[in-house]
């Protein structure tokens, strides 16, 4: 990279052009956290497609559900939209907003195994996918992380 195709931003400091990697990365984490936000909300309105998919045991869970753990889930699943957007920004404020959303996913799934999930929700497959959900909101944290030292991200 030649100093011509740097600019600076106003704080004086150069502001380094953003690698294609960033839309791949920004773009899968947008199409796969815009998922998390959709099955929260047919969960949240009670799409009756969706609620016939579920054991009524799931269901029960979900109408029992306290305001504050879903609150929780809306940090988690919309925190995660709200940092993939800042990263198709270039905004380091996408780093906060991986950060809140790990946040939710936390306390909900503390709160899951702690409370006696539903056997559904404790298949071997649901775990499985409840890891792949972990490891991929780190991996957008900490490529938000490395992009914004690497000021990639303003």
Same mark, same amino acid.
């Given at each position: !990279?030649?100093?011509?195709? +740097?600019?600076?931003?106003?704080?004086?400091? @150069?502001? /380094?052009?953003?690698?294609?990697?960033? &839309?791949?990365?920004? /773009?899968?984490?947008? *199409? &796969?956290?815009?998922? %998390?936000?959709?099955? $929260?909300?047919?969960?949240?309105?009670?799409?009756?497609?969706? !609620?016939?998919?579920?054991?009524?045991?799931?269901?029960?869970?979900?109408?029992? !559900?306290?305001?504050?753990?879903?609150?929780? &889930?809306?940090?988690?699943? &919309? %925190?995660?939209?709200? %940092?993939?957007? *800042?990263?198709?920004?270039?905004? =380091?404020?996408?780093?906060?907003?991986?950060?809140?959303?790990?946040?939710?996913?936390? @306390?909900?799934? /503390?709160?899951?195994?702690?409370?006696?999930?539903?056997?559904? +929700?404790?298949?071997?497959? +649901?775990?499985?996918?409840?890891?792949?959900?972990?490891?991929?909101?780190?991996?957008?944290?900490? $490529?938000?992380?490395? !992009?914004? =030292?690497? =000021?990639?991200? =303003?």
């Amino acid at each position: !990279m030649d100093i011509a195709s +740097m600019t600076s931003d106003d704080d004086g400091l @150069v502001a /380094v052009p953003a690698p294609g990697h960033l &839309w791949a990365i920004g /773009v899968i984490s947008l *199409l &796969w956290n815009a998922f %998390g936000c959709y099955d $929260y909300v047919v969960t949240q309105i009670r799409d009756p497609d969706t !609620m016939a998919a579920l054991t009524p045991e799931t269901v029960a869970y979900l109408n029992a !559900m306290p305001a504050w753990l879903t609150a929780f &889930w809306a940090i988690g699943v &919309w %925190g995660s939209l709200a %940092g993939s957007v *800042l990263l198709l920004a270039r905004s =380091r404020h996408a780093v906060t907003a991986f950060s809140l959303s790990l946040l939710g996913l936390a @306390v909900s799934q /503390v709160y899951q195994i702690a409370g006696g999930r539903p056997q559904e +929700m404790s298949s071997t497959a +649901m775990v499985i996918f409840s890891g792949i959900i972990w490891g991929a909101l780190l991996v957008f944290l900490l $490529y938000a992380v490395r !992009m914004k =030292r690497l =000021r990639i991200l =303003r």
